[in-house]
């Protein structure tokens, strides 16, 4: 018998009278040390079907089928027999720590609430069970780390901290979903290393969710695909990779090969920038800061100087905590350096100083940011044509149905349907939710746009339509783009030269075909060995 099945789970969801069926008949099976992927696009059921087997859907889903854990049907249970397994022996790893950690807790209180909402625990005894579990996952220092709180943890740290909690009632089953779409690809090798090692010290089955069959092909043993909420082929990893029957199956498989997706957008060619004096130079940015009750200032930046030319793409790649989005956050006027400064067509816009950065209007508006997480960077409460339309209401007195006119445009730009003007965030997917934002970010035609991890926690489909959305916006507007990611595929794929930094300096830097092809920094090197896969390799 399998330690976790599900059996022909249907899901429908009510909203205003209508009935919306999110998963049809899906079933799959994990047996005890084993891992199973569920693989497919974002809405292809994957999550949902974890969720709804599990009881953590909403009231107004409909749930249809069995999820039998060790025999027993979970959707037939009552919500307090249902908590006693949730925790106890499902344990769950969600992808974004950061929403999942609560800001005002430290992470020791954390864990040990992990702990504590199943045993009774003293308060010694539940520190030294706590520091145990950070040092199992891989926490250094874990007596000084243990009282801090979540923003005191890069990103690969959050996500060993919810590894911890998963782990610390040593489950049967532990459920993964995306677990390292949002990390660079040395801290994603370093989790999938920690969480085959925790399987096989624990004997503990692992579902793990991902879009990415090449992440995927690093760890599983099974393979279920989902395309449309429905299962379209099951098979042993080796046999997926090798042999795909589904056409489907195919073109994930063909988009990990190539580091992009199936629908690939021809590529558009840079404006030329020899001779031209750069848009943006960057000269010996220094940042330090200080840590409410540390000692001493931590240093994020050492002697950063770039440029960036005009119709320029240029790609800032390193590890969590190398200094990426601290830089992008310095040229888009957002933080103060501690020293240096950031020039835009030879105008000093950043510098030394006190309280926020004042730039005037022109400068203001010249260089625009696309954040990581577009939901979290749109206000809830508005709809999206309220959000276009505000770059305009602040900037400029254009009358109101010009503004109209101009939100059209912008929705039109950027390949979205009119249609999703009078919504409003939450009822956007993730791909539309970006082309919301970059919208957004392009409206004034800024001359410089800072895309800060834009892609990292959409799909792989998704991101190449957002890739091949910026190419055309660079070629139709002429806006260069300093494009951070820690995805060296899509910067391969994307941008002109490449900026590699480590540990807040920059260890590399030139055009992306000799940097890639002949990486001269052991950082370089490093991060191109990490990338996932045995079949983005064949």
Same mark, same amino acid.
């Not at 069995?66 to 037939?76: F, V």
């Not at 994603?188 to 004997?203: N, T």
């Not at 834009?454 to 792989?460: G, K, N, T």
């Given at each position: 018998?399998?330690?976790?099945?599900?059996?022909?789970?249907?899901?429908?969801?009510?909203?205003?009278?209508?009935?919306?069926?999110?998963?049809?008949?899906?079933?799959?099976?994990?047996?005890?040390?084993?891992?199973?992927?569920?693989?497919?696009?974002?809405?292809?059921?994957?999550?949902?079907?974890?969720?709804?087997?599990?009881?953590?859907?909403?009231?107004?889903? @409909?749930?249809?089928?069995?999820?039998?854990?060790?025999?027993?049907?979970?959707?037939?249970?009552?919500?307090?027999?249902?908590?006693?397994?949730?925790?106890?022996?499902?344990?769950?790893?969600?992808?974004?720590?950061?929403?999942?950690?609560?800001?005002?807790?430290?992470?020791?209180?954390?864990?040990?609430?992990?702990?504590?909402?199943?045993?009774?625990?003293?308060?010694?005894?539940?520190?030294?069970?706590?520091?145990?579990?950070?040092?199992?996952?891989?926490?250094?220092?874990?007596?000084?780390?243990?009282?801090?709180?979540?923003?005191?943890?890069?990103? +690969?740290?959050?996500?060993?901290?919810?590894?911890?909690?998963?782990?610390?009632?040593?489950?049967?089953?532990?459920?993964?979903?995306?677990?390292?779409?949002?990390?660079?690809?040395?801290?994603?090798?370093?989790?999938?290393?920690?969480?085959?090692?925790?399987? &096989?010290?624990?004997?503990?089955?692992?579902?793990?969710?991902?879009?990415?069959?090449?992440?995927?092909?690093?760890?599983?043993?099974?393979?279920?695909?989902?395309?449309?909420?429905?299962?379209?082929?099951?098979?042993?990893? &080796?046999?997926?990779?090798?042999?795909?029957?589904?056409?489907?199956?195919?073109?994930?498989?063909?988009?990990?090969?190539?580091?992009?997706?199936?629908?690939?957008?021809?590529?558009?060619?840079?404006?030329?920038?020899?001779?031209?004096?750069?848009?943006?130079?960057?000269?010996?940015?220094?940042?330090?800061?200080?840590?409410?009750?540390?000692?001493?200032?931590?240093?994020?930046?050492?002697?950063?100087?770039?440029?960036?030319?005009? +119709?320029?793409?240029?790609?800032?790649?390193?590890?969590?905590?190398?200094?990426?989005?601290?830089?992008?956050?310095?040229?888009?006027?957002?933080?103060?350096?501690?020293?240096?400064?950031?020039?835009?067509?030879?105008?000093?816009?950043?510098?030394?100083?006190?309280?926020?950065?004042?730039?005037?209007?022109?400068?203001?508006?010249?260089?625009?940011?696309?954040?990581?997480?577009?939901?979290?960077?749109?206000?809830?409460?508005? @709809?999206?044509?309220?959000?276009?339309?505000?770059?305009?209401?602040?900037?400029?007195?254009?009358?109101?149905?010009?503004?109209?006119?101009?939100?059209?445009?912008?929705?039109?730009?950027?390949?979205?349907?009119?249609?999703?003007?009078?919504?409003?965030?939450?009822?956007?997917?993730?791909?539309?939710?970006?082309?919301?934002?970059?919208?957004?970010?392009?409206?004034?035609?800024?001359?410089?746009?800072?895309?800060?991890?834009?892609?990292?926690?959409?799909?792989?489909?998704?991101?190449?339509?957002?890739?091949?959305?910026?190419?055309?916006?660079?070629?139709?507007?002429?806006?260069?783009?300093?494009?951070?990611?820690?995805?060296?595929?899509?910067?391969?794929?994307?941008?002109?030269?490449?900026?590699?930094?480590?540990?807040?300096?920059?260890? &590399?830097?030139?055009?992306? +075909?000799?940097?890639?092809?002949?990486?001269?920094?052991?950082?370089?090197?490093?991060?191109?060995?990490?990338?996932? +896969?045995?079949?983005?390799?064949?």
């Amino acid at each position: 018998m399998a330690l976790f099945s599900v059996e022909d789970l249907s899901v429908t969801f009510r909203r205003r009278g209508h009935t919306t069926t999110a998963v049809r008949g899906v079933s799959f099976a994990v047996d005890p040390g084993r891992t199973l992927a569920l693989v497919g696009e974002s809405g292809s059921g994957k999550s949902v079907s974890l969720l709804a087997a599990t009881g953590l859907l909403p009231g107004r889903a @409909t749930v249809r089928g069995a999820a039998r854990y060790r025999g027993t049907d979970l959707t037939r249970l009552s919500p307090s027999r249902l908590r006693r397994i949730r925790g106890r022996r499902i344990g769950f790893v969600f992808q974004d720590p950061l929403s999942n950690l609560h800001p005002l807790r430290t992470i020791g209180a954390q864990i040990g609430e992990a702990i504590t909402a199943h045993e009774r625990v003293g308060r010694a005894a539940l520190r030294r069970r706590v520091l145990d579990l950070l040092g199992e996952v891989g926490i250094r220092d874990a007596g000084r780390r243990i009282d801090d709180y979540p923003n005191h943890f890069s990103g +690969g740290m959050r996500q060993r901290a919810m590894i911890a909690m998963a782990i610390a009632l040593n489950p049967d089953l532990i459920v993964a979903d995306e677990p390292t779409t949002a990390l660079d690809v040395t801290v994603q090798a370093s989790i999938l290393k920690l969480l085959r090692r925790l399987q &096989e010290s624990h004997g503990t089955a692992l579902i793990f969710v991902s879009h990415d069959l090449a992440v995927v092909s690093e760890i599983a043993d099974d393979v279920v695909v989902m395309r449309d909420g429905e299962v379209v082929e099951t098979a042993p990893v &080796e046999r997926i990779t090798t042999d795909p029957r589904h056409e489907y199956t195919r073109e994930l498989l063909d988009a990990a090969r190539r580091g992009a997706a199936p629908t690939r957008a021809p590529e558009v060619p840079a404006p030329p920038a020899a001779g031209k004096a750069p848009l943006l130079r960057a000269t010996a940015l220094h940042m330090t800061y200080r840590r409410p009750g540390r000692k001493g200032a931590v240093t994020a930046l050492t002697d950063v100087s770039f440029d960036v030319r005009e +119709g320029e793409i240029v790609g800032l790649v390193g590890e969590s905590g190398s200094g990426k989005s601290t830089i992008g956050r310095i040229v888009a006027g957002l933080a103060r350096p501690t020293a240096g400064s950031v020039a835009l067509r030879g105008e000093v816009c950043n510098e030394p100083g006190r309280g926020p950065v004042r730039l005037g209007r022109s400068l203001r508006t010249a260089i625009q940011v696309v954040f990581q997480d577009p939901y979290g960077s749109l206000n809830p409460r508005r @709809t999206v044509a309220a959000t276009l339309a505000d770059p305009f209401v602040v900037n400029t007195d254009l009358p109101a149905a010009e503004i109209r006119a101009r939100v059209e445009e912008l929705v039109r730009r950027v390949e979205l349907p009119a249609s999703v003007l009078g919504r409003y965030p939450a009822q956007l997917s993730g791909g539309q939710r970006q082309r919301v934002a970059i919208a957004r970010a392009v409206a004034l035609r800024p001359s410089l746009v800072v895309a800060d991890e834009p892609v990292s926690a959409l799909d792989i489909t998704t991101q190449a339509q957002i890739v091949a959305l910026i190419r055309r916006l660079r070629a139709e507007l002429g806006t260069s783009f300093l494009f951070i990611s820690h995805d060296l595929g899509m910067v391969a794929g994307l941008c002109d030269r490449v900026v590699v930094l480590n540990r807040g300096r920059i260890v &590399e830097q030139g055009p992306v +075909g000799r940097v890639f092809d002949d990486p001269r920094d052991p950082c370089t090197r490093e991060l191109l060995d990490s990338i996932p +896969g045995r079949v983005a390799r064949v």
